[in-house]
């Protein structure tokens, strides 16, 4: 080696001010920060679509530096059944069979809003029975308390607490034999119709609804045994996927999502419809803006719903469950008897035997509809998951121009990347199970 060289060299051994320099004179700690030792490791991971802490159909493409995620993409499409564009294929009635199917979790909801937007274009609102909008809250609240007892059992499996799915399968299941007592089915009902009901609530589905209002205040008790109190439900939720007002209001988020950020609004208050504005109950909110506040505003959503229900059952007095105008009405007369729903045999008798017009009435009615005057409507209410709206709009025919929703799992799920990035790939899925998605309304 020439003494030239080893000068050189010498030179960039120097370490005298605690440096190390290249043969060239540069730096070498700036040229290693420049540098980024994990960005030849970035991986690309598909969550989904078949992934069961994705519900299912729900594809999150996440881009991951060790365990953090750097970006995250939501896909959604995979469960699409085209129900908003087969509605304009049948009657006004038959369209609450298809709306019932879209948030699968809370078919009354579905019905409900629908329904309200088929009554505003017809203009009967003041119409409705006071015994139809009692059954209809009430019917609203029980759904509403299944469908957050389905998000605390998904919820609670997915972050290792595997008993919840079983404690809250258990209270859902009760719930769904009082649907089964009240309209013959214990999902997708159809049993919200324009103008009314599809039939009466009968007496020994108002025992079990009161035996459920006793049952149901101990069993939160154990819920809150189970999570509340556990230091590893604490850990995963307490400050994982935050997003504040702000966040919620500029991504269109509503909904328990919402209001854990402080923000009460709930459409039961703000724009109450159904007669909300005459019960006494309270907005449930929380300040934590992360998993732990979603939780505790269901938890605190289910109570409010049991107040709800009991004050519903304390004005169940005897009435009619469907608008008086025969136009209207749907025809028929159904009733739960030994082999399920379906018309009175009284009534069968009136219309096969008795009455040439009612028969022609029913038949008429039955295939081809009431006719709806022209125009457009836009109803929302307060579903579990947050503000679900319908925008129908009526050419002055028997059947849907054209019904779209605003369907709050589609909405809410924007807020993925937002509450994902920069976080633990583990907290992705404590984050999106926090929004409650249903793929059935997002992909409606």
């Known amino acids: 080696m020439s003494t030239e060289t080893n000068e050189t060299y010498a030179e960039s051994r120097d370490t005298t001010e605690g440096r190390v320099f290249t043969v060239t004179g540069g730096d070498w700690e700036s040229v290693t920060k420049a540098i980024d030792p994990l960005s030849q490791e970035r991986l690309v991971v598909n969550m989904g679509p078949q992934h069961p802490s994705t519900h299912g159909v729900l594809r999150l493409v996440l881009e991951l530096e060790g365990e953090t995620v750097t970006e995250a993409r939501v896909v959604v499409g995979y469960l699409h059944t085209g129900i908003e564009k087969n509605i304009e294929y049948r009657t006004w009635t038959q369209g609450t069979t298809f709306v019932t199917r879209c948030d699968y979790l809370s078919p009354i909801h579905n019905e409900l809003g629908f329904c309200l937007a088929v009554e505003k274009l017809l203009g009967i609102e003041d119409q409705i029975t006071d015994r139809t909008n009692v059954i209809r809250v009430m019917m609203s609240e029980l759904n509403r308390i299944s469908s957050h007892l389905i998000w605390l059992a ?5 972050l290792g607490a595997l008993t919840m799915m079983i404690f809250g399968f258990r209270e859902r299941e009760k719930i769904l034999d009082i649907f089964e007592a009240v309209s013959g089915l214990r999902m997708n009902m159809a049993y919200i119709r324009p103008g009314g009901l599809s039939n009466d609530v009968p007496d ?6 009161e035996q459920f209002l006793k049952d149901m205040p101990g069993h939160l008790r154990e819920y809150e045994d189970l999570l509340g109190n556990s230091a590893i439900w604490q850990e995963r939720t307490q400050g994982v996927a935050y997003l504040d007002v702000s966040g919620c209001l500029a991504l269109g988020v509503t909904g328990p999502v919402l209001r854990s950020a402080g923000l009460p ?11 909300y504005e005459t019960y006494d109950f309270d907005v449930a909110t929380h300040n934590g803006a992360d998993v732990w506040g979603r939780y505790m505003v269901r938890m605190e959503e289910i109570r409010q719903s049991l107040r709800i229900v009991r004050q519903c059952l304390d004005r169940l007095e005897p009435g009619p469950i469907m608008v008086a105008d025969k136009k209207i009405a749907w025809p028929a007369q159904l009733a739960l008897g030994t082999d399920g729903l379906g018309n009175s045999l009284n009534h069968v008798k009136h219309i096969m035997g008795q009455s040439m017009e009612s028969l022609i009435h029913h038949f008429k009615l039955v295939t081809e509809g009431f006719r709806v005057p022209a125009g457009q409507a836009y109803v929302a209410i307060e579903a579990p998951r947050g503000e679900f709206g319908v925008h129908a709009v009526s050419e002055g025919g028997t059947r849907p121009h054209r019904i779209h929703m605003r369907e709050p799992s589609f909405i809410n799920l924007q807020a993925i990347p937002a509450m994902a990035e920069g976080a633990l790939i583990a907290d992705v899925i404590a984050g999106g199970a926090s929004l409650d998605p249903v793929m059935g309304g997002c992909d409606r």
């Open 154 to 158: 998904t919820t609670g499996m997915e």
């Open 204 to 209: 020994h589905a108002v025992a079990l609804i």
């Open 265 to 275: 609004w709930d459409l039961r208050k703000t724009m109450p419809y159904c007669g």
